[in-house]
């Protein structure tokens, strides 16, 4: 034993790489994902005009159960995965310089080794993070100077922390078992180092050099007076508020003590410290008490005392109050670091452990944005990207990262894809496939080249730190570029995820067929496991709804449409109709402003504002009732509505003044006023690319085909499936025609507020000679499924469909048109349809060709005009449709369309149907048919307008 320095300690040499030093540390948790820095620069830059040539280059990602590191780009992948491992070496402290040629033994001599080096000399010199501590505890006076909290060693030295858990696979999740471990490896370098397992202190036997001791003094002699750090108490209780408090620290203090007081325990020993919360980097951690009445491995473990909201927080069990601050010694510098912690911090990081919540933090805009049910193009989609917000959530549940496993499916040729009708996209020609780990966490090698216009499907899986798979996810869809594959895929993991935290305590039938309806599978005992404690946290969210609508003041509105069961009541819309609207698929940039407010006071406090917020309208990515108030808004337009109020954490998430906020929310007469004024509005590409090669538009050239129908056929019913946001409908009131009742259907209460509003506007108007159609006397706006059989709905003179169908799955499609055709018996039914074959025009492909249809090449082949369709049909596959389904209900069929020609090909760009019911069809037999089905009114009236009350009313 050397006096006044560190033991000797004698162990076995051999040569090691940094791959074979990380094997013999973590085994099959270390898995290393080998990605070609080609594919994924162009995936992650679209734009980018030039492509790297030559010999691909490789970048691994080493995840180990701690953190992940990510390696320089090298020209192997062995070179990768090695750069990996020495950087993950590194980051737990392993110097490859000294110690690369020692052999990994036993744990217990490596920790023995390790606390040798920590007690040393040595380590006062550098910038360990222990070293601050010994700095602090040597400036103590009595007998405990010098004395130092082995739940300080077992924390802050990542080395020691990674050989507690090769030992003991539970330190994870209980770090009283790593202070265990500690003492007992302390035990074995007796004459060097004192401990206590009465009070959880060790020190050296032998005193530091007096002049180490004395350059100490000098240093703390220059540094700042006490400081005033706040932090937030977390009480075990969960019936009482996360509240905010101040640590002082003196400036010859250790911070430590003052956290032990706030914590109101005996001395600053019996102070446990959580891992890191939030980046692996950070300082911010949840101090506790400890309770040494009984064994330390046998410590209290009462359910009474257990604090669930701190637990949740650090993955690790935790016992009575918690404090969570930012404050510690690092890597960095020699002084005590610290940073504020807010009631506000802590909301926000308990969002973030939320799918839901990740996405809003990534859009700074926590009360207006909301997870995307759909990942459309890049263009359109704001926020971090699917993929990085489930690496993310895995990070914030201590889980693996995500494996993500490409799968290339070779293209079929397109006969037989256009003959299945199924989706088709393809992979640009001259991509590569990127490799990734497989579900074993190797990384994936040997594959075969991804062949020119390969599709691609996704396999995601989500492994426990103990490599338990938890989640797998399969998805049926393929996508023509490997990137959306994966973004896809993820973004569908995501929502699932985002359904159990919405309802953690839904049963486990719930769960597990909303898994199977999109392709996850998932382990019961290892997902409740990892997620055990989401129900006891997330609960508290689930508010209920209030069901009554506030009533529409006519005074101060001049339509009546207000969406329901979302809690929200518009209140006011100022400016003239400008004529541009949002629509599905528009990317549209409001100002937005969010505020507190009390009924009938006047008391409002700001929560959130944005001057610049952009989203894409119809993907869910923002809450319900802001985009409800957005589409009924033209361009410049300005609306003010209220709404109930969101889950405190979010709107304290919010907060800037939390005091003050929870004051208002004390009160019963709260809500949330919105204030938005619409500033820009982008067509969807579909409508861009019709605008850009038709004049007019091909749009009004559909509405001016069904026009010219209407008017031959003298109707004076019309029932538009599918109505959207009222285009056709809107329409027709500005020509002349014999109708006297008009009807909308659509599954989307957003889009028929839209459409409310412009048909009251229109109708509503004081003087008849404003309105050229002067003989409508009805119009109703039901919401429901067109696929779904109503009473209401049967016998009209005409109905239209126009560019609807795409948006069904196949299956759907025909089975509207035999509901339709066989229940609702119109007179006339027009559909329009894209024609697939006319979008290489649309897009700029190459021209078409003069030959069948059936002979395209794949070069030929494009992707569908908007990311919403299911399906698009070539002339055959429509015709074919369109002849069966009128054959099976004694109707006739004729074909034309709008934009083109039918004898030049591609033939028109919208196809459409006009069936005419036959002469020999019975009349009654569509009543017939309704007394064999159960004839209740399936359908909800949104809006109805009568002229002879020339008002609206929303039911």
Not at 303 to 310: I, K
Not at 395 to 413: A, C, D, G, M, T
Not at 800 to 808: A, K, Q, R, S
Request: proline letters at 5%.
């Amino acid at each position: 034993m050397e006096t006044g320095g560190s033991p000797t300690v004698t162990l076995k040499k051999t040569n090691l790489t940094p791959k074979a030093i990380v094997h013999q540390k973590f085994g099959s948790k270390a898995c290393y994902i080998v990605e070609k820095v080609q594919e994924m620069t162009q995936n992650e830059c679209p734009g980018l005009a030039i492509i790297q040539k030559g010999p691909p280059l490789f970048r691994c990602t080493l995840q180990l159960p701690d953190f992940s590191v990510m390696s320089e780009i090298c020209k192997k992948k062995r070179d990768a995965e090695q750069s990996a491992a020495e950087k993950a070496l590194d980051k737990i402290g392993f110097n490859l310089e000294t110690n690369n040629l020692t052999n990994v033994q036993d744990p217990w001599d490596n920790m023995i080794s390790r606390l040798s080096y920590l007690f040393s000399d040595e380590l006062l010199s550098t910038l360990h993070p222990l070293s601050g501590h010994f700095r602090a505890v040597l400036q103590r006076e009595g007998d405990l100077s010098g004395s130092i909290p082995v739940c300080v060693m077992a924390i802050y030295d990542a080395k020691l922390c990674s050989l507690c858990k090769s030992i003991d696979p539970m330190v994870e999740t209980n770090p009283l078992l790593a202070v265990q471990l500690v003492m007992k490896a302390a035990a074995r370098l007796p004459g060097f180092i004192v401990s206590s397992e009465e009070h959880l202190w060790m020190r050296r036997e032998n005193p530091f050099p007096s002049e180490i001791l004395q350059s100490l003094i000098t240093e703390e002699a220059i540094l700042p007076e006490s400081v005033q750090i706040k932090a937030v108490r977390i009480p075990y209780s969960p019936d009482k508020i996360v509240e905010p408090m101040s640590i002082n620290v003196s400036s010859n203090g250790y911070y430590m003590d003052a956290i032990a007081q706030e914590l109101a325990v005996k001395d600053v020993f019996r102070v446990l410290i959580s891992r890191s919360i939030g980046k692996a980097s950070s300082e911010m951690r949840l101090y506790s008490s400890v309770d040494l009445s009984s064994d330390v491995k046998e410590n209290v473990k009462s359910e009474e005392y257990f604090n669930v909201r701190a637990s949740y927080f650090s993955g690790q069990d935790i016992h009575g109050d918690a404090i969570l601050a930012c404050i510690g010694y690092t890597w960095k510098s020699r002084e005590l670091y610290h940073e504020d912690v807010s009631v506000r911090t802590y909301y926000r990081m308990l969002i973030n452990k939320m799918p839901s919540g990740v996405y809003k933090l990534s859009r700074e805009a926590i009360l207006a944005a909301d997870l995307p049910v759909a990942f459309t193009t890049r263009t359109n989609w704001r926020g971090s990207s699917p993929r990085d917000l489930l690496c993310t959530f895995c990070r914030q549940h201590h889980l693996s990262e995500p494996v993500f496993s490409p799968i290339n499916n070779p293209l079929k040729s397109l006969v037989d894809s256009l003959g299945s009708g199924k989706r088709l996209k393809v992979e640009e020609p001259g991509k590569e496939g990127t490799e990734y780990a497989n579900g074993n966490g190797v990384a994936a090698t040997g594959r075969e080249p991804v062949a020119p216009g390969s599709t691609f499907n996704c396999e995601v899986k989500i492994y426990s730190k103990c490599q338990n798979l938890i989640v797998h996810c399969l998805p049926k869809n393929s996508y023509k570029k490997q990137a959306d594959a994966f973004q896809s895929t993820a973004l569908k993991l995501l929502s699932w995820l985002n359904t159990f935290f919405k309802e953690p305590d839904m049963p486990l039938e719930k769960l597990t067929s909303s898994g199977y309806a999109l392709n996850i599978r998932f382990n019961p005992q290892f997902f409740f496991k990892e997620f055990a404690l989401c129900p006891s946290v997330h609960n508290v969210w689930q508010r209920t709804v209030t069901e009554e609508i506030r009533s529409l003041d006519s005074d101060r509105f001049n339509h009546p449409c207000i969406e329901q069961g979302v809690g929200v009541s518009l209140l006011n819309i100022e400016g003239q109709d400008s004529g541009v609207s949002p629509s599905s698929g528009s990317l549209v940039c409001i100002n937005y402003n969010i505020s507190l407010v009390t009924k009938g006071e006047n008391t409002k406090e700001l929560l959130e504002s944005n001057d610049d917020f952009e989203f894409e309208i119809g993907t869910g990515a923002v809450i319900p009732q802001l985009e409800a108030g957005v589409i009924q808004l033209s361009l410049g337009q300005f609306a003010c509505f209220h709404t109930e109020l969101h889950p405190e954490e979010f709107i304290l998430a919010a907060a800037g003044d939390s005091a003050k906020t929870l004051s208002l929310l004390s009160s019963k007469a709260c809500c949330l006023e919105f204030s938005i004024i619409l500033l820009k509005v982008t067509e969807p590409l579909e409508d861009r690319m019709e605008q850009a090669f038709f004049n007019p538009p091909l749009s009004k050239q559909r509405v001016e085909y069904a026009l010219r129908h209407i008017k031959e056929s003298s109707a004076t019913t019309l029932i538009d499936f599918g109505c959207g946001s009222g285009s056709l409908l809107g329409s027709l009131l500005d020509y002349p025609t014999a109708l006297e009742k008009i009807v909308g259907v659509d599954i989307s209460q957003k889009s028929l507020i839209r459409a409310a509003k412009i048909l009251h506007s229109k109708l509503s108007s004081d003087s008849d000679a404003e309105l050229p159609n002067t003989r409508i006397r009805s119009a109703l706006l039901y919401e429901g499924s067109i696929t779904d059989v109503d009473s209401r709905l049967y016998g009209f003179d005409i109905g239209t469909c126009l560019e609807v169908i795409e948006h069904m799955e196949e299956d759907q499609a025909c089975l509207f048109g035999d509901v339709v055709l066989s229940y609702f018996c119109p007179r006339i039914l027009i559909v329009s349809t894209p024609n697939y074959e006319y979008n290489v025009i649309l897009q700029r492909s190459n021209p078409a060709s003069q030959e069948d249809p059936n002979e395209k090449t794949q070069s030929q082949s494009c992707k569908f005009r908007n990311h919403d369709h299911k399906f698009e049909w070539t002339r055959q596959q429509f015709n074919r449709w369109a002849a069966d389904l009128a054959a099976r209900h004694n109707y006739s069929v004729e074909y034309s369309g709008v934009g083109g020609f039918a004898d030049l090909e591609p033939g028109f760009a919208s196809q459409i149907a006009v069936f005419c019911r036959g002469d020999n069809h019975s009349e009654g037999q569509g009543d017939d048919d309704l007394k064999k089905i159960d004839t209740a009114h399936k359908y909800e009236i949104v809006w109805e307008w009568d002229r002879s009350r020339t008002l609206s009313s929303a039911v």
